[in-house]
């Protein structure tokens, strides 16, 4: 899928912005502060409802303006989607697809795909564990709208069980009917989660060892707060959940918390054997990041049948030419948008397959 045409108003530091892109490469090369990333947060608000830089909505409109609006045209082998944002100082955000407005923000995932790399993601693998659920979480989403839905659902059911532990003070009360539901859809989303993970992991494996010249393997655990086997499914984790939770029980009441469940997961990623996130460089983070994201657009791919829309936010700068080369280079099918401050970093040979595009104080200009 790709994105042809892009329209704004008040966004961030544009007044009216309106692009048309090139279903291969689109560069974006300015000075900082600019507006490149503001473009890259447009395409991902159009993709998930939201900011990947803030989760406050009021912050995307333009300074001294009430409203803002943004428009994009997505090319899909089945045809063509139209998805618009509204933003209000004073409402609730509205969308739209294909001029249809939607009730839920979980009805627009699944639209327009899209894998992100900014710079930020490195806390994929350096940052907590909720880091990483947050991130699974959002690409599982992608594929499967439903397990937004899922998430939720747990969430809600995990508030109302935190309260009653709390507000039993240490006694005991009957919380089977909470335990029950807690382990269904916790187990749904450890389901989810573990058939993800697998199949990333592989993935990631296979990216990572090209972009390394097969140096380094990288290894990609599930370690998840419930000790399923790795042949279980969903039964036999609802069983383990909550054989889990019995055993915790009486720690669950003295500190009046939910301890088990998909809300403690970790994820713990491998290179050569060694824990990236304690023990690895710089560099091998990155690359590990990287191969992950990479992997992501395979993913979506073997999913819903087309490349996702790739947004790389600054990430040349940070990787050595070998590896800037390997994203240009071998991404041929996905069309892609590089933000960066030098052009003169990327290798541009091929002007056919790009556009490159000015970004100045809110104002973009086409350049050949
Ligand atoms: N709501 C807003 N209204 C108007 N201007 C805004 C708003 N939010 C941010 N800006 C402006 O947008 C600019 C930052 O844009 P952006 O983050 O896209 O920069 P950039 O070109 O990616 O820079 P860098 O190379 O440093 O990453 C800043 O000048 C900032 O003041
Ligand atoms: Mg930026």
Redesign the pocket.
Known sequence: MFIEEVKAVNF??YQELYLQLHPRLNI?V????????????MLYLSAMGKSFRTNKDQ???????NQAYTKVNVKRLSGETLIEVRLDTTQKKKLKVNQIPLTKLGELLGNLNVVIFAPDDLKIVKGGPGERRRFIDNEICQIYPKYYYTLNQYNRILQQRNKLLKESRGRKIDLEIWNQQLAEAGATIITYRKKFIKRMGILAKLMHRKITEEVETLEIQYDSNVPFKEKDEFKEIVDTFLKKIGENSSMEYRRGLTLVGPHRDELVFKVNNIDVKNYGSQGQQRTAALSVKLAELELIKGEVGEYPVLLL??VMSELDIKRQNYLINNLKNVQTFI?T?MISQLNTANTENRRVFY?S??EVRKCD
């Open positions: 961030r530091n974006f300015g000075e900082n502060a600019q507006g490149k990333t503001n473009i890259i947060e912050e995307l409109i333009k300074f001294g303006k936010d600054d933000t401050t970004v104080q809110g």
